[in-house]
């Protein structure tokens, strides 16, 4: 894919959606880190459903480590992996008081220490409450990528670099949130909608699809 056409992606992208963000709750860079962490395999949905409460009884690092792991548990024990998240939610609320004062770090590599931490989350975390242009590649975004050849790659950080050296600055801060976006709407797993995708003349993918040989799943 060239780079003309990278940036009409884009640019179509923005115009739709200009100012995009997560759909996970939050109040402050800290509920969201909180949020990230359990939505890692469980939806958006669930997460905003469980933390409503979590986040009105226990707003801060220092209210949720007196919740302690198996109240905490309580509040989010619909949420898949909820008791080892329940575990690496008090362990970092613990290191964020020990070693940033309660306040969320605005570095990578601190972020990347705490317990439930990985790259994907500190992206989401550097991009969404610091505006920094990083790029979260989760299976949204890895499929958006290489389905249109935006970026292919064989794994999320190929993809997440490729994303990073072609896409243009001036896209690169809300990049992530429109293609997590496209691909949770439009570009969808099963069978992405490409009959009212705006992108579609622009995406190199291969069997794109129609409204006719869309069928709608048994219930």
């Not at 198996?70 to 964020?96: D, M, Q, S």
């Not at 499929?143 to 896209?171: H, I, M, W």
Request: with cysteine; aromatic share 6%.
């Amino acid at each position: 894919m060239n780079a003309a056409k990278r940036a009409e992606i884009f640019r179509r992208l923005r115009e739709a959606n200009p100012t995009p963000t997560t759909e996970l709750v939050y109040a402050t860079p800290f509920q969201l880190l909180v949020a990230v962490i359990l939505s890692a395999q469980a939806t958006d949905k669930s997460v905003n459903i469980a933390t409503r409460k979590l986040f009105a009884d226990a707003p801060t690092p220092q209210a949720m480590l007196a919740l302690g792991e198996e109240k905490l548990a309580e509040y989010i024990n619909r949420i898949g992996l909820f008791r080892t998240k329940a575990k690496n939610v008090i362990a970092t609320c613990r290191a964020l008081l020990a070693l940033h004062g309660g306040e969320v770090p605005r570095q990578r590599e601190a972020l990347e220490a705490l317990p439930g931490v990985g790259r994907k989350t500190a992206n989401v975390v550097l991009n969404t409450a610091f505006g920094e242009p990083t790029i979260a590649v989760d299976t949204h975004i890895f499929r958006v990528a290489n389905r249109t050849r935006l970026a292919p790659g064989k794994t999320p950080l190929a993809v997440e670099q490729g994303l990073l050296k072609t896409t243009p600055k001036a896209f690169r801060r809300d990049a992530h949130h429109w293609l997590i976006l496209h691909g949770r709407y439009v570009c969808k797993a099963r069978r992405p909608e490409c009959w009212r995708c705006l992108i579609a003349d622009l995406c190199e993918y291969q069997d794109k699809t129609s409204p006719a040989s869309y069928k709608i799943p048994t219930p």
